[in-house]
Structures are given as structure tokens and as C-alpha cells.
């Protein structure tokens, strides 16, 4: 589950139990927790946090005995609510599968950590690297998928992808 960016409280006991939630997201600007908000989801692997730490209520995580919480930006301490922390490394890569010429685009699919924005940049020397950008993309529910209709216009074009 991803909770947004315009989202800055979640209230006590919101998602008190929800058995089917196995990773939730948090948005930067969430600030506060009431008690048992996610308590008691035992499913649940990981809380990611975009934002930085805050004060909340110590039985926030009650119950979620498997959970780490990670985080992106700030000081964080090794745990956080009683879960432990560690340091959330988003990654993006290109599903090996899918890249290749389809419907006279070029093209490739795009996996990575939901909601991850990126930008795809290409190149048309690498001897002399010039990078422009090609497109921004959000990662919706973990994949995207580039192409490049004016790839016939520069064949030696080679592309990198960047987290924003």
C-alpha cells in the first residue's frame, strides 16, 4: 500500500489488523501516527518511509513482529516505534525481457520500488557523453515502460536511467 505525499497524519488504529497489507509506503510529508495505526498487521515485511523520523506512540507497529521500517533521508535511530531500521536503497533497473523494437518504437520496461520517479536520459557519444533527457517516469506499481518513437532519427542512441 502507498500512502501519498499529501497525506501528513494517519490516525490511531486506521490500519489496526489489515491481514492483507505486506509493505506500506509512507509519503514524505507524513508527520504523526496515532496509537495502534498499523497494529497488529502481522503480514507486514516493511513500513518505508520517504520523510524523516518523528515522535510517535510506542504501540504504532504493536504486533508486527516481522516489519523493518526504512528510510530514505535523515538520522534515524536503530529502531523506530520498536521495529528496527535500515537504510532503503531504491533501485531501477530494466526487465532484460522487454527491450527491443515493437511497434517501430524502441522501447523497454522499467521495474523498480513503487513510485519511484525517474528520469530516462540517452546519448549519442559516448566518446564525448552529452546526456539529455528523454522522459520522466513514476514507477506505478513497481514498473514503467519507456520508448522512444524517434529512434529511427539517432540508431546510436544509448539510454541510462536516474532516480530522481
Known amino acids: 500500500m502507498v500512502i501519498g505525499n499529501g497525506v501528513t497524519s494517519i490516525g ?3 490500519f489496526q489488523q489489515c491481514s492483507n497489507l505486506t509493505s506500506v509506503t509512507l509519503g514524505a510529508k507524513v508527520n504523526s501516527m496515532g496509537a495502534y495505526a498499523f497494529g497488529y498487521c502481522s503480514r507486514v515485511t516493511g513500513f518505508y518511509f520517504r520523510g524523516n523520523p518523528f515522535s510517535i ?3 504504532v507497529f504493536f504486533g508486527d513482529d516481522i516489519a523493518t521500517v526504512y528510510y530514505i533521508v535523515g538520522s534515524w535511530e536503530p ?5 528496527p531500521t ?3 536503497i531504491e533501485q531501477v533497473q530494466v526487465s532484460m525481457g522487454n527491450v527491443g523494437v515493437r511497434m517501430d518504437e524502441f ?3 522499467i521495474v523498480g520500488t513503487s513510485n519511484l520517479v525517474f528520469v530516462v536520459e540517452t546519448c549519442m557519444d559516448l566518446a564525448n557523453p552529452v546526456w539529455s533527457p528523454a522522459s520522466t517516469n513514476t514507477l506505478t506499481s513497481g514498473s514503467s515502460y519507456f ?3 524517434q529512434w529511427t ?3 546510436t542512441s544509448v ?3 536516474r532516480s530522481l
Open 107 to 109: 522501447g523497454f520496461t
Open 57 to 59: 506512540f510506542p504501540v
Open 147 to 149: 520508448s522512444d518513437p
Open 159 to 161: 539510454y541510462r536511467i
Open 153 to 155: 532519427n539517432h540508431p
Open 79 to 83: 529502531t523506530f516505534g520498536g521495529l
Open 86 to 88: 535500515a537504510l532503503w
Open 12 to 14: 490511531g488504529s486506521a
